[in-house]
């Protein structure tokens, strides 16, 4: 079967960085993504990633292992408004996308 | 770039009566749309999607049904509600090649 595995909950301090990990096994790969979703509202994009390596995009990086079928979001400087679950999803063979269950970040001060 | 309109965006609704949510699609042409469904503190359960006019795919079989009568309008309906269909309802937009936009969704409560 197909299935993405990402921690259920993390803590970490405003102002340090913070790293969510997303592995995944699926019927084929088409790239894989990340998603914010702030409690109450709708999941909205942050990142997607095709082939190997980092993406950057301002204080959010993303990076795949396509060998390794692993994933990590990499948080820096964090923000109390950081707080939020993130989600991974893997579009497979079929160009359905397969979710993770989230992962829920929570900022101390 | 594309935006997905969802409404509305918070339902109480008895059990039994009937349920229609509706979803539409600017700014794009023929894109793949999709119904989630979210329970509370859980992930995205994929309930329909659809590639284009009259095309339906259910994912998950339950009391609920979707129709898409025209291309960027896609909608979500049941005949009569049971309390297990609360939840956090989804629409979201794909084209090719283009991350997937959701729509700000629809808190259903059945009571």
């Known amino acids: 079967g197909q299935n993405i595995d990402q921690p259920t909950e993390m803590t970490a301090t405003e102002g340090a960085i913070v790293q969510i990990n997303c592995t995944y096994q699926?019927?084929?790969?088409?790239?894989l993504f990340w998603y914010q979703q702030h409690a109450g509202e709708a999941p909205t994009f942050l990142s997607y990633?095709?082939l190997d390596g980092l993406e950057e995009k301002g204080r959010f990086s993303s990076f795949l292992s396509r060998s390794k079928g692993y994933s990590y979001l990499l948080l820096k400087e964090l923000q109390m408004k950081d707080s939020a679950s993130y989600l991974c999803?893997?579009?497979?063979?079929?160009?359905?996308?397969?979710w993770g269950a989230g992962t829920k970040l929570i900022i101390k001060p | 770039s594309q935006t997905i309109h969802q409404w509305p965006a918070t339902l109480v609704q008895p059990v039994g009566s009937p349920l229609s949510l509706e979803c539409t699609v600017e700014?794009?042409?023929?894109?793949?749309l999709y119904w989630y469904r979210q329970a509370a503190g859980r992930g995205l359960q994929l309930l329909f999607y659809s590639v284009g006019i009259g095309q339906i795919s259910s994912e998950v079989p339950q009391n609920l049904s979707a129709s898409r009568p025209q291309d960027r309008q896609f909608i979500l309906s049941s005949k009569k509600l049971l309390l297990s269909d609360s939840g956090f309802y989804l629409c979201?937009?794909?084209?090719?090649?283009?991350?997937?936009?959701f729509g700000n969704g629809t808190r259903l409560t059945v009571t």
């Open positions: 990633n095709v």
């Open positions: 700014g794009t042409s023929n894109p793949n």
């Open positions: 699926t019927s084929g790969f088409n790239g």
């Open positions: 979201a937009g794909q084209t090719y090649n283009s991350p997937l936009h």
């Open positions: 999803a893997v579009r497979d063979s079929n160009y359905q996308l397969i």
